[in-house]
């Protein structure tokens, strides 16, 4: 009976022990898979799972019509990690012929200690399949891709309107133009995974942990015009080469809706070559480049004055080419035909002549503050806001700011010197003297097709009324007499009537002069070399701003030439000269028809 | 020969079944309650053999299961990076043919190709055009 007892007792010992064996593995199981699960999933998906980025798709850039300007083409990049290639001399040897590359070059990349580095950006597929069919150790190709621009410019190895696009540096980021300014929508946001892999790197099925999707950009329609692009180009080019210039700009802007239809510089770029362009060329100088207009400002200087009231249209101001403001005298273009200035002249006879000072005496009768103010409701001293990265705001000073003359910058202003500008502002301005006086905004963006297929419409500001209709259609009536009976009469179309003004202004730079500093013990007196900036003789921007058809404008049109070659005759091809060969073009590619009677056609 | 206080030959086994071991009848004919115990025990040692086949087989058509769901998950992987490949492959050709429209589009290409037609290109000198107000077309 004793051993009996003994050896219940011994398996009731036995049962509880193994109780709490049990309840200890099992609570243990409990804490597991239960209450501390989620730490010890992520613990254990963090050694099994890994994380992939998935690329978005860049949006493409599309013209008004939907014709292709930039789209991306699938490339791939090849990469390398140094301390497991085998022989960096013979891998660098195969590798820098397929590449295109130095093979010098290519094997100290090869030698060095780097972890890993990359050897090529964004190959095509052909380059890739050769360096992968080497099966070199140590090498290997990721898959990227590259953005291609269709079109090619007027000139041969440009690409068309590459100063509007910019393009897409070799870490997938917008560089310049549109491409720059509206990266962020182009780019879409990339995706990830988080899941297994196999040994090959594939992701398994069922095995993904998070998925966040991408999403792909936008594509981007813009409001330029390929086929009145290439047109701008071809003529941008001409009136280039035939002025010798550092450059040219032309701009073909819609007045009522400020939608920029052309916008052509020269010298220009491919696109598809940037990284073996000069970086000089990649900014678009009708947006970033700040110049003096010179006498195309007269005409909002005249409107300025009537819809202030300060003139009327028949009102005479006195030009005697002699106009002195304190120690300083302005005079005219025309001085030396005209010494003693053309008398009494109306606000449209100041703008058929381009009477600086006629156009200073307006200037001055409508007063500093209220010229500054006109200045600055037409747009000038702030930038458009067009989608086009790097643009300049222009310098407007106000009479009484430092570094400001008072009646004297007020004066200047009034014939375009002193105030800086560029080519996207004036064009909005003549847009307003031409559409009833509202100052739209200048936008080369039309809008966007998102991931649904559905186009978003940019929204535009409201336009602005910088001056009353009244006065808009005086002003448009006074720069079509210009053309007419002025000396813009260069710019002239047959059978259409045209409105329009030329500029010429100086352009200051770097110039070196000797300055006396004081004098030496003998009485010598003592020089210095320095440089300062001042007018430069034969430096001048010619430009013509074109508002056409007059009688129903449509298009407001900018030739700008910056430093042509002027010799004794003036200089290759004068602006006005240009626009009157872009025009019928012009009219022609949008069929617009004639609103004159044709000489020697209407009697027919 | 038997031991007083010699231990059972599994604590475990008894403990387990809960049947005790039935005491050896010592003389005479099996008595009916006896029968009757070995009945029972044939029976849950019976029960437990068909418990322990069932068990095995839930197994079995578990692991089947997990195996050919193993299968599925890995053929299916092999098919979704066979499809990755052909959408990759896809997509390359459509960028290719966008970039070959675009090309086709330019306005350089098409004058290219008007030139090589023998068509000469259009001077803003060179464009004439009638009178809307003109006597003909009043």
């Given at each position: 009976?004793?051993?009996?007892?003994?050896?219940?007792?011994?398996?009731?010992?036995?049962?509880?022990?193994?109780?709490?064996?049990?309840?200890?593995?099992?609570?243990?199981?409990?804490?597991?898979?239960?209450?501390?699960?989620?730490?010890?999933?992520?613990?254990?998906?963090?050694?099994?799972?890994?994380?992939?980025?998935?690329?978005a798709a860049r949006g493409l850039i599309?013209?008004?019509?939907?014709?292709?300007?930039a789209?991306s083409?699938?490339?791939?990049?090849?990469?390398?990690?140094?301390?497991?290639?085998?022989?960096?001399?013979?891998?660098?040897?195969?590798?820098?012929?397929?590449?295109?590359?130095?093979?010098?070059?290519?094997?100290?990349?090869?030698?060095?200690?780097?972890?890993?580095?990359?050897?090529?950006?964004?190959?095509?597929?052909?380059?890739?399949?050769?360096?992968?069919?080497?099966?070199?150790?140590?090498?290997?190709?990721?898959?990227?891709?590259?953005r291609?621009?269709?079109?090619?410019?007027?000139?041969?190895?440009?690409?068309?309107?590459?100063?509007v696009l910019g393009f897409v540096n070799v870490d997938g980021i917008g560089q310049y133009g549109v491409e720059a300014a509206e990266d962020v929508r182009l780019a879409g946001s990339p995706?990830?995974?988080?899941?297994?892999?196999?040994?090959?790197?594939?992701?398994?099925?069922?095995?993904?942990?998070?998925?966040?999707?991408?999403v792909n950009g936008a594509d981007l329609?813009?409001?330029?015009?390929?086929?009145?692009?290439?047109?701008?180009?071809?003529?941008?080019?001409?009136?280039?080469?035939?002025?010798?210039?550092?450059?040219?700009?032309?701009?073909?802007?819609?007045?009522?809706?400020?939608?920029?239809?052309?916008?052509?510089?020269?010298?220009?770029?491919?696109a598809?070559?940037?990284?073996?362009?000069?970086?000089?060329?990649f900014?678009?100088?009708?947006?970033?480049?700040?110049?003096?207009?010179?006498?195309?400002?007269?005409?909002?200087?005249?409107?300025?004055?009537?819809?202030?009231?300060?003139?009327?249209?028949?009102?005479?101001?006195?030009?005697?080419?002699?106009?002195?403001?304190?120690?300083?005298?302005?005079?005219?273009?025309?001085?030396?035909?005209?010494?003693?200035?053309?008398?009494?002249?109306?606000?449209?006879?100041?703008?058929?002549?381009?009477?600086?000072?006629?156009?200073?005496?307006?200037?001055?009768?409508?007063?500093?503050?209220?010229?500054?103010?006109?200045?600055?409701?037409?747009?000038?001293?702030?930038?458009?806001?067009?989608e086009i990265s790097g643009?300049?705001?222009?310098?407007?000073?106000?009479?009484?700011?430092?570094?400001?003359?008072?009646?004297?910058?007020?004066?200047?202003?009034?014939?375009?010197?002193?105030?800086?500008?560029?080519?996207?502002?004036?064009?909005?301005?003549?847009?307003?003297?031409?559409?009833?006086?509202?100052?739209?905004?200048?936008?080369i963006v039309?809008?966007w097709?998102?991931?649904?297929?559905?186009?978003?419409?940019?929204?535009?500001?409201?336009?602005?009324?910088?001056?009353?209709?009244?006065?808009?259609?005086?002003?448009?009536?006074?720069?079509?007499?210009?053309?007419?009976?002025?000396?813009?009469?260069?710019?002239?179309?047959?059978?259409?009537?045209?409105?329009?003004?030329?500029?010429?202004?100086?352009?200051?730079?770097?110039?070196?002069?000797?300055?006396?500093?004081?004098?030496?013990?003998?009485?010598?007196?003592?020089?210095?070399?320095?440089?300062?900036?001042?007018?430069?003789?034969?430096?001048?921007?010619?430009?013509?701003?074109?508002?056409?058809?007059?009688?129903?404008?449509?298009?407001?049109?900018?030739?700008?030439?910056?430093?042509?070659?002027?010799?004794?005759?003036?200089?290759?091809?004068?602006?006005?000269?240009?626009?009157?060969?872009?025009?019928?073009?012009?009219?022609?590619?949008?069929?617009?028809?004639?609103?004159?009677?044709?000489?020697?056609?209407?009697?027919? | 020969?038997?031991?007083?206080?010699?231990?059972?030959?599994?604590?475990?086994?008894?403990?387990?079944?809960?049947?005790?071991?039935?005491?050896?009848?010592?003389?005479?004919?099996?008595?009916?309650?006896?029968?009757?115990?070995?009945?029972?025990?044939?029976?849950?040692?019976?029960?437990?053999?068909?418990?322990?086949?069932?068990?095995?087989?839930?197994?079995?058509?578990?692991?089947?299961?997990?195996?050919?769901?193993?299968?599925?998950?890995?053929?299916?992987?092999?098919?979704?990076?066979?499809?990755?490949?052909?959408?990759?492959?896809?997509?390359?050709?459509?960028?290719?043919?966008?970039?070959?429209?675009?090309?086709?589009?330019?306005?350089?290409?098409?004058?290219?190709?008007?030139?090589?037609?023998?068509?000469?290109?259009?001077?803003?000198?060179?464009?004439?055009?009638?009178?809307?107000?003109?006597?003909?077309?009043?």
């Amino acid at each position: 009976m004793l051993a009996r007892t003994d050896s219940r007792i011994r398996a009731v010992v036995m049962l509880v022990v193994a109780s709490i064996v049990a309840g200890v593995i099992g609570y243990r199981l409990v804490w597991w898979q239960v209450i501390d699960r989620e730490r010890l999933a992520d613990m254990g998906l963090a050694q099994l799972a890994h994380a992939q980025q998935i690329p978005a798709a860049r949006g493409l850039i599309l013209d008004r019509a939907g014709l292709i300007l930039a789209t991306s083409i699938a490339a791939e990049s090849v990469f390398a990690t140094p301390p497991t290639v085998e022989d960096p001399a013979l891998a660098a040897l195969l590798l820098a012929g397929i590449l295109d590359t130095d093979a010098a070059e290519l094997e100290a990349t090869l030698n060095s200690d780097e972890a890993w580095t990359w050897l090529r950006r964004r190959v095509d597929l052909e380059t890739a399949t050769r360096v992968r069919a080497l099966h070199l150790p140590g090498i290997g190709l990721v898959a990227e891709s590259r953005r291609v621009y269709t079109m090619g410019g007027a000139a041969g190895g440009t690409s068309l309107a590459a100063q509007v696009l910019g393009f897409v540096n070799v870490d997938g980021i917008g560089q310049y133009g549109v491409e720059a300014a509206e990266d962020v929508r182009l780019a879409g946001s990339p995706g990830s995974v988080v899941a297994q892999e196999d040994v090959a790197g594939r992701l398994i099925a069922g095995s993904v942990h998070e998925l966040e999707a991408p999403v792909n950009g936008a594509d981007l329609t813009l409001t330029l015009d390929v086929g009145l692009q290439h047109i701008l180009e071809e003529q941008m080019l001409d009136t280039f080469t035939k002025n010798r210039a550092v450059g040219v700009t032309g701009l073909v802007m819609d007045v009522n809706t400020g939608a920029i239809l052309g916008l052509a510089s020269y010298p220009t770029f491919d696109a598809n070559q940037y990284s073996v362009t000069d970086p000089v060329l990649f900014g678009n100088p009708a947006v970033s480049r700040q110049y003096e207009p010179g006498s195309v400002l007269k005409a909002v200087t005249v409107a300025a004055a009537l819809d202030a009231g300060a003139i009327t249209p028949t009102d005479l101001v006195l030009d005697d080419n002699d106009l002195h403001i304190y120690d300083a005298v302005i005079t005219n273009a025309d001085r030396a035909w005209y010494p003693e200035g053309h008398g009494l002249l109306t606000p449209a006879q100041v703008l058929a002549l381009s009477n600086n000072v006629g156009a200073a005496t307006i200037g001055l009768t409508l007063g500093g503050e209220r010229l500054y103010d006109a200045l600055r409701r037409f747009g000038f001293g702030t930038p458009t806001g067009v989608e086009i990265s790097g643009e300049a705001a222009g310098v407007v000073l106000h009479p009484d700011d430092e570094g400001a003359s008072k009646e004297l910058t007020t004066a200047q202003n009034a014939f375009g010197q002193g105030i800086t500008v560029t080519v996207v502002q004036l064009a909005a301005a003549y847009a307003a003297l031409a559409n009833g006086g509202r100052l739209v905004t200048p936008h080369i963006v039309a809008g966007w097709t998102d991931g649904n297929g559905t186009f978003q419409p940019r929204e535009l500001p409201a336009p602005t009324q910088v001056i009353a209709p009244e006065t808009s259609d005086i002003i448009l009536e006074m720069l079509t007499g210009a053309i007419d009976n002025g000396i813009a009469n260069g710019a002239a179309v047959a059978g259409y009537s045209i409105a329009g003004k030329t500029g010429t202004a100086e352009i200051a730079g770097p110039v070196n002069v000797r300055v006396r500093t004081g004098w030496d013990a003998n009485g010598q007196p003592i020089y210095v070399d320095t440089t300062r900036q001042a007018y430069i003789e034969g430096w001048i921007d010619s430009s013509f701003v074109g508002i056409a058809p007059a009688s129903s404008p449509r298009f407001v049109t900018i030739i700008l030439i910056h430093r042509p070659v002027v010799g004794r005759g003036g200089i290759g091809e004068r602006p006005e000269d240009a626009f009157a060969e872009l025009a019928p073009l012009v009219f022609d590619y949008y069929g617009i028809p004639p609103d004159r009677p044709l000489p020697g056609v209407a009697n027919q | 020969m038997a031991v007083i206080g010699a231990r059972p030959a599994s604590v475990l086994g008894d403990l387990r079944w809960g049947v005790r071991r039935p005491p050896r009848p010592r003389t005479g004919p099996t008595t009916g309650g006896y029968r009757l115990r070995r009945t029972a025990l044939r029976r849950g040692r019976a029960a437990g053999l068909s418990l322990a086949l069932v068990v095995i087989g839930v197994a079995v058509l578990l692991s089947s299961l997990y195996l050919t769901q193993s299968s599925r998950i890995a053929s299916t992987g092999y098919e979704i990076t066979s499809l990755e490949a052909r959408l990759e492959i896809l997509q390359a050709e459509r960028q290719e043919l966008l970039l070959q429209i675009g090309q086709a589009q330019s306005p350089a290409t098409i004058e290219a190709r008007a030139i090589q037609l023998g068509l000469t290109t259009l001077s803003g000198a060179s464009v004439h055009f009638a009178s809307p107000l003109s006597d003909r077309h009043p």
